[in-house]
């Protein structure tokens, strides 16, 4: 099963909250991507390390 989850600002969360993201990261369950502009102008999404 995917599901798609999308936080445009994840700033305001509270600790516990920021807590869970983090653990869902580190088990990789939760993959944290982000939209990259190319040199040609496109944009793509990219893995965030």
């Known amino acids: 099963m ?3 989850l999308c ?3 994840i700033d ?3 600790e516990k909250a920021l807590l ?3 653990e869902l990261q ?3 369950i939760l993959v944290s991507s ?3 502009k ?3 102008g496109h944009i ?3 893995k965030e390390l």
Request: charged share 25%.
């Open 34 to 36: 982000t939209s990259q």
């Open 20 to 22: 869970a993201l983090r």
């Open 26 to 28: 580190s088990n990789d």
């Open 7 to 9: 936080f445009e600002d």
């Open 38 to 40: 190319q040199e040609n």
């Open 12 to 14: 305001g969360l509270e």
């Open 2 to 4: 995917n599901l798609f």
């Open 44 to 46: 793509q999404s990219g």
